[in-house]
């Protein structure tokens, strides 16, 4: 069965240093990955998605992500990072079941900003 | 214009009672879905909906019963609530692509407690 594991539960950065959330898959066919992110209280919006071609995707709000098939994994990451930025991050599979999609999610990353 | 909106936002019940969730969208997708987000802030696919027929039901107890009316409506009819029941239920939408790749608009939410 498809799953989606994210290691780092809660991570700290300082605003201004660089970002790496880990995100790591299983699924047996060419993976569809998306990476969302809930602030506080809202709903999940999209930041990038990998379909196929360039396994380095560009997103929204400055992130971007990095299929490695050979490690299973798309991390997410950012190279300056924000107060705005602090939120929960959560990474996510497309599993085709048949015919049709649904989103197998990982347990979430929160992020935190210091000053 | 809010793409997915799901209504109430908030709802507080005492166990045992029957409740709704209401979501539309605008976005002319044809595909819907209902996931629950848990007090761990994971988040799992309950229905999906495509054209009003249902195509994915990951064993839900049947106190959970959605409702299709059109493809731009998918309600949420929850029977005899559990404290277990207390989470938060997001709508969402997609159109449904050639396998499978589709993306996911979500809705902002509906905290459900269960006193």
């Known amino acids: 069965a498809q799953s989606v594991t994210q290691p780092d539960i809660h991570i700290t950065v300082s605003e201004g240093a660089s970002l790496e959330l880990r995100c790591n898959y299983s699924y047996g066919a060419t993976p569809y990955l998306f990476w969302y992110v809930q602030s506080p209280g809202q709903g999940l919006q999209l930041l990038l998605k990998y379909f196929s071609g360039d396994t380095l995707v560009q997103g929204i709000k400055g992130f971007e992500a990095e299929f490695k098939r050979s490690q299973s994994s798309f991390n997410l990451r950012k190279p300056s990072v924000h107060w705005s930025d602090a939120a929960e991050y959560f990474c996510a599979v497309g599993a085709v079941n048949t015919g049709f999609q649904k989103l197998v999610f990982g347990t979430g990353t929160r992020l935190l900003v210091s000053p | 214009d809010t793409a997915v909106s799901q209504t109430p936002k908030y709802l507080v019940t005492q166990m045992g009672n029957d409740k709704s969730i209401k979501c539309e969208q605008n976005?002319?997708?044809?595909?819907m879905y209902w996931y629950k987000q848990d007090s761990k802030k994971f988040l799992k696919i309950m229905f999906s909906?495509?054209?009003?027929?249902?195509?994915i039901n990951e064993t839900v107890p049947n106190r959970f019963s959605p409702k299709s009316p059109d493809k731009a409506h998918l309600n949420l009819h929850i029977n005899s609530l559990e404290l277990g029941d207390s989470a938060v239920y997001f709508c969402?939408?997609?159109?449904?692509?050639?396998?499978?790749?589709?993306?996911?608009?979500f809705g902002a939410g509906s905290r459900l407690t269960v006193l």
């Open positions: 969402a939408s997609s159109h449904s692509r050639a396998r499978g790749a589709n993306v996911l608009t």
């Open positions: 976005l002319g997708h044809d595909t």
């Open positions: 909906y495509n054209n009003k027929e249902l195509i």
